[in-house]
């Protein structure tokens, strides 16, 4: 028997017509799952597939930081879409992203203790559970692939000291009668939903189903750039923060960490 129960999880996915999650490859051990999702994507694999692994011996997080991944515990699965988009388009969709694995995970904990911290953190009772890596092959100005890589932390009960105060998983939180395989599929028809919603009509849903979630409205935060307020994410995905010089600016990318003063 496979870490993942293949064969209802095809059934279940199939019979809610959810296209993600099909084709599905496991993987016992891999480096990043994001990277066996870029290889099939090269070798021209249809949209909807998904690589899930026990254990990454790489497994990536943003910006080059590397993503825990223990045997057995966690979900490491990565999608392959294909969404006809323009390039400057993608990024917002790691907002959907989050916003379909808080879905996925509010009935297991609840949803007002879930929260996005933009742009791609899934917190848990202000910690992080899950994370987004979305990864895209762009050739000018068309998007011939997206990777949609989510790591969430299921059965960890205890971190590495540099992560234990920062990171928590569902059993951690008290979730119980946890299984991956559940979990994925609920995950799957989330991200579906999400990401239909927002390459079909646009980014204000998801805006708008992330204001209540919104970490970071309301608090200081500092970037490399700037340290102002954070006012809520804008209409194309942006951070809005209210500079100390009174003036706004909106991010688009960057490290946000919490301000200090
Ligand atoms: C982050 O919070 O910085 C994003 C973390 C993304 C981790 C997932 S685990 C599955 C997929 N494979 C990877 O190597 N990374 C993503």
Redesign the pocket.
Known sequence: MSFLDTARIEAELSSSGTRLGRPLFLFEET?????DAKRAARSKMEEGAAFV?NL?T??????G?A?Y?PPGD?????FLLRPRLVPRKIPPLALASGLAVVDAVAPLVGRDRLRIKWP??VLLDEK?L????IEASIAGDSVDAVIV???LNVHTKSFPPELSSLATSLAIAGAEALDRSTLFISLCRALEARIDEQVGGGISRTVEALAPLDFLRGKRVETEEARGVAMGIDGEGRLRVLLDNGSERALSAGEVTIGTR
């Open positions: 480096e990043s799952t994001n990277d692994a990454q790489r497994g990536r997080g943003r910006r930081h993503w991944s966690s979900l490491y699965v990565s791609n953190d992080k899950g994370g987004v890596l890589g989510i790591g």
